[in-house]
């Protein structure tokens, strides 16, 4: 891998490597946690790469893969400024490895299963960043086919958040949420008591209890491929709905189970039905 050496099961951006620009100068790190994703991760490499905008930290932590995934990540990944390589507890645990090592004025998170749907997507975000100074800026996610990533399944259309919206089944879709890195750092970064919901979690404490402000950039930032840990079987699906809502409960929310799960069911139909704005 040309420009890095080895740190920590992993490897480090060389001090000689082709600095970034600097006009470009709201600096964005990217975290990608990874676990035998040899089959995927290529794309998401790819979309980080072919970003038309220059000032990008590309960081990848992995689980220790046992398959071909940190060989792909060296042939893939030149422009990657880090990679870690060791067991952890889980994704959540992977994602506060990544914003511990993270320098960007602002962190978003692209898993392995997740790809930009455009090299135009980081410099959008950058103006909007420009434009509003907002704490967070999120988009729209369209779920894609694992084997057919042009074909999608359902489109997550986002909207502007107002207090109230998680109760009412709403959060902002994580792979498309960009947030300042020092206010994550202050937030404690993911709550690991959570397997399937800490992201969600996370934007809580960010948007309702903290009250950081955020923007809504309503176009098609990211796509994800089906069968990732949430959405891999009902089991999972009905265990991340238990955890949303002992998460809502924890931070003292009132919300009624029977509504939520029909604005979510509600929301899921709709998905289906719904397609991106031109970009």
Wanted: charged share 20%; aromatic share 10%.
């Amino acid at each position: 891998m040309t420009g890095v050496t080895r740190i920590r099961g992993g490897f480090r951006r060389d001090e000689n490597f082709p600095p970034r620009s600097a006009a470009q100068f709201v600096k964005i790190s990217i975290i990608t946690v990874c676990y035998n994703s040899a089959t995927t991760i290529k794309d998401t490499l790819s979309s980080v790469s072919d970003q038309s905008y220059d000032n990008i930290e590309h960081i990848v932590v992995d689980g220790g893969s046992s398959d071909n995934t940190l060989e792909v990540v060296k042939i893939e990944g030149t422009h990657v400024a880090q990679v870690v390589s060791e067991k952890d507890n889980g994704i959540y645990d992977a994602m506060n490895k990544g914003l511990a090592l993270a320098t960007g004025d602002y962190v978003a998170y692209l898993n392995s299963d997740d790809f930009y749907t455009n090299n135009k997507v980081i410099q959008q975000v950058a103006t909007a960043i420009n434009k509003t100074n907002a704490d967070a800026i999120y988009g729209d996610l369209s779920y894609v086919k694992r084997n057919n990533p042009e074909m999608r399944v359902r489109y997550w259309k986002s909207q502007i958040f107002e207090s109230g919206s998680f109760a009412q089944a709403f959060s902002p879709a994580h792979p498309t949420f960009f947030m300042k890195r020092e206010l994550l750092v202050s937030l404690g970064g993911f709550d690991l008591s959570y397997s399937l919901a800490s992201d969600i979690d996370l934007m809580f404490r960010a948007l309702e209890i903290n009250k950081y402000t955020s923007s809504y950039l309503p176009l098609e930032l990211t796509r994800m491929r089906t069968g990732g840990a949430t959405n891999i079987s009902l089991k999972n699906i009905i265990r991340q709905n238990q955890e949303i809502l002992r998460c809502l409960r924890a931070h003292g929310s009132s919300v009624s189970t029977t509504g939520f799960i029909a604005r979510k069911i509600l929301s899921r139909i709709r998905q289906r039905y719904l397609k991106p704005a031109a970009f």
